[in-house]
């Protein structure tokens, strides 16, 4: 059985460009997918030549984009993954906020993954330099 754990990450970004980030093809595409179609409420995600398919449970801007895989969908699993968008008092920053689920073995692994997805996210919207 799989378990939730969320990531926070402050980001120096406008809500409305980090919404474009998590949730159309072209943002999705400069951080955490190699590929990405959008259609309607499904998503196909491609990492190397490898295919994962979701589906859009919901999504309001510049909120939140949630969605399930496919695999979970069609088991009628209450498991997803919603990114977050929170707005601070500072100026200009933005708390993003992931929520996912993971087997207990994998929690570091996948937590590590989504690091590795943040870091890249911040490199495309400009706020972190190599």
Known sequence: MKEPFEIE???QVSPKLLYKFISTEEGLTKWFADKVNINKDKIEFFWSKTKHEAIIISQKEPKYFKFCWIEDYNNANNYYVEMNILPTNQDNFTLFKIKDFSEADEKEANILLWETHIEQLK????????
């Open 9 to 11: 990450v402050l980001l």
């Open 123 to 130: 490199r495309s919207l400009g706020i972190l330099r190599n």
